[in-house]
């Protein structure tokens, strides 16, 4: 009876969709109506009676979402008051305090643009599609955390830290990545125009399809990464390592490259038919 039950919660709200508290809502009327269909069983009503008596006491939903909507409401505020409180103090005492207090924040979305965050732990964070651009974060760890989609344009990442970080769509536009590292982490359709990669070690990173195009490369580590179509057209490579890495599909059209890059990726299979050797 209890499914049946369930069943019927299930229609009364289709018409309003999913919402966040949904799921405690029906588990609450779940229970509730159960309880009264037990005690109408109790009171000797057959199956068919007892669950007609306890649909029939289950009210207008609509009352029951005017109710729920407020609540709903309030709680969602209150989230958006708490990670604005926490990016406001980002923003005004970042430097002064501990720079480990924002780690495992909820910070998806946040405005970030111009701030000083050097040394900033955001570690463990959600940070999907926040706004970084311009910032100061030399030497940031931002180990486990979620930046899909977040902006980084213009940014000072000199010594920063990725490690296994979803970092999908993020854009680099500009950024200074110089000394970074990203290792392990997801990088597919991430934005790395004129952004300056020297000495960035992407070691066991996926940087499937991310074009690289143009790039002056020195120093950079790509070993153990995944370069399935990652395009190096045009770039020029100096001292690139790409050891344990899969090339056979990765593209390096028209770049040039010094004698020891060469040779590691032709002893990696890699197709360099209209490559220059400097």
Do not use: W
Not at 124 to 143: D, P, R
């Amino acid at each position: 009876m209890e499914d049946k039950l369930q069943q019927f919660i299930n229609q009364a709200f289709a018409p309003y969709g999913e919402f966040p508290a949904r799921k405690d809502v029906e588990q609450e009327l779940l229970a509730n109506l159960t309880e009264k269909y037990n005690d109408l069983k109790r009171d000797g009503k057959s199956d068919e009676e007892a669950y007609q008596l306890t649909t029939e006491s289950f009210g207008d939903v609509s009352e029951i979402m005017e109710q729920v909507a407020p609540a709903e409401h309030a709680r969602e505020t209150r989230k958006q008051d708490l990670r604005q409180t926490i990016v406001d103090g980002i923003k005004d005492t970042f430097g002064i305090g501990d720079t480990s207090r924002f780690r495992a924040s909820a910070l998806e979305e946040s405005d970030l643009a111009g701030t000083n965050l050097r040394g900033a732990d955001f570690s463990m964070s959600a940070l999907m599609k926040s706004n970084f651009n311009g910032s100061k974060l030399q030497g940031a760890t931002f180990k486990a955390a979620a930046l899909k989609g977040s902006t980084f344009a213009d940014a000072d990442l000199t010594g920063a830290v990725f490690n296994s970080s979803d970092i999908q769509e993020a854009d680099f536009t500009n950024a200074d990545l110089s000394n970074a590292t990203l290792i392990s982490c997801a990088l597919k359709g991430a934005n790395f125009d004129n952004a300056n990669l020297t000495n960035t070690v992407f070691k066991h990173s996926d940087l499937g399809e991310v074009i690289l195009d143009g790039h002056t490369l020195n120093g950079t580590v790509f070993d153990g990464a995944g370069l399935k179509n990652t395009s190096f057209q045009g770039a020029t490579l100096v001292n690139v390592s790409f050891h344990h890495s899969q090339v056979k599909h990765t593209i390096f059209d028209g770049a040039t490259m010094d004698k020891t890059t060469y040779a590691l990726l032709k002893g990696a299979k890699a197709n360099l038919e209209n490559v220059t050797v400097e």
